[in-house]
């Protein structure tokens, strides 16, 4: 079939203006999308190049300068001190374990099993009252009386015994209390704690005027089964005021008898604190100091809490 020149020339001139108007088109599509991958490229992909302000940043000075360097361990500990409210991280530092004054450390936290009964953040004492300073009921010490009672704590374990402590580190406001307290006329407590004593009778013997518990290093002290965590019964109770208490005593008094299985307990007791490097005291089965206590002439007065 043969086609004229004109009609020759305008295919052609046609054909010209549609592959012009798809090449603008292709390519007008084209850059929207390229532009689209370079911003994305350069988002996600490319890191400044020696930016020492995107690098402090993210790291610290001495954390290597890498796009994905993680936190150094100083400061994941640092962030894990300061978000306290993660009950299922069995790591979290809470605000109340950090320790309670220098040189100072919560027991339990040395020794979870302790069981601590602060007789004196209650009113079950000889006052029949609760003494001054104490705002809260964890026991506190040195941290050398603290793990050398560790030590004790894990021989007493291996014989079936906890630790049960009715006093340890002690404000001298509560000493000051003691000492305004037998300038009254209060004897709620006579009956249970110095029956056969008269108040002025109680210092210094058995109360000092300065105590060595606010130097942080004595305790007072009994064990329980480790099972059923019951107090061992030692022939007489914490802070009874006279020779019953005496560690060696056996014999009946106001309070009930002190036999031969009680003083073996009581003596038990002593042996392993003195094996770890416990004083004990000659007037009280349940009273023990460190021998090389951290703090011989400091009286400390910050609260229990």
Known sequence: MMISNSKKAFFFASLALMSFAFVSCKS????????????????MNKAPVNDPTTIDAQTSAT?????DAQPSSDAQTSATVQTPNTPNDQTTSLPNDQPPHEGFVYVK???PDLIEDLRYATTNN????KADGYEGTRVILSRPAAEALKSAADELREKGYVIKVFDAYRPQQAVNHFVRWSKSNDQRNKADYFPTLRKNQLFPKYIAYKSGHTKGSTIDMTICDKNTKEEVDMGGHFDYFGEPSHPSFIGKYSL??????HKKRRMMLREV????GFKPYDSEWWHFTLKNEPYPNTWFDFPVK
């Open 28 to 43: 007008s599509k084209g850059v929207d999308q390229k532009d689209g991958v370079v911003v994305k490229d350069v988002t």
């Open 63 to 67: 954390t290597p300068t890498t796009s």
């Open 109 to 111: 936290t040395l020794i």
């Open 126 to 129: 000889f006052m029949g009252a």
């Open 256 to 261: 009930g008898e002190v036999t031969q299985e």
């Open 273 to 276: 604190m003195v094996r770890h």
